[in-house]
């Protein structure tokens, strides 16, 4: 979905190695707080983004829990360590690109420094702090939202073909042949019975404009829903 809607907020920065006598990990635990909606510390609890929970020595789109990652970031062929993390958060898509990961970047190397600090100690095994775990109250958050278009003619990137549910994910696909993996706490279910709610049996995906939200499945009517969706992985 649109990448505006994560905004440069300076979350998830992870770090330069050469700024090591700037390291601050608390001004890092504060700086991870803005990052928790989307990554927690804990093992294999996954959100919008994979869990951080040891991720230093790990090969990028490994996490055997987590199944959205992009086929960029799983082909990479990267480790995850104090360079590569830096690399990645200072420009995502510069170093790997094709990935799905929305956050635009973080240009100050002390900031990121400061975070890898935080980063490397609380991403341990049973070393994450409690108020960092994530899950917080920002994953809700209103990130603006434009109106919803008159959905009765629709593009076939727009037209839901069907949706399948597997573990924790939901499986999009569209009129066009694409397929989208999201999060589940990130597709919603509306419906719109209006005249310019969509024709029954072609329900619409729409950009959902919140934070950790990332779209809508607008059916014509209640009754659609549950019929719409299988279940298989």
Known sequence: MKRGMFV?????????????????????ERMYRACAPCHTLEPDRNMTGPSLSGLWNRKAGSLPSFQRYSPALKSAGVIWNDDTLDEWIKDPQHFIPGSTMTFPGLKDGRQRADLLAFLKEATQPDRAPKTAQGG?????????????????????????????????????????????????????????????????????????????????VIFASPDEISPFISHQC
């Open 136 to 216: 917080g109250q920002m994953g809700g958050m209103m990130m603006g939202g434009g109106q919803v278009p008159h959905l009765r003619q629709l593009d076939p990137e727009d037209r839901v073909r069907a949706i399948n549910h597997c573990g924790d994910t939901y499986k999009v696909t569209t009129a066009d042949g694409k397929m989208r993996d999201f999060w589940e706490r990130n597709l919603r279910f509306k419906t719109d019975v209006s005249n310019d709610g969509p024709q029954k049996g072609t329900p619409a995906i729409v950009s959902a404009g919140m934070m950790g939200d990332r779209a809508d």
């Open 8 to 28: 440069a907020i300076t979350m998830f920065a992870l770090t330069s190695p050469a700024a090591s006598e700037s390291d601050d990990a608390a001004r890092g």
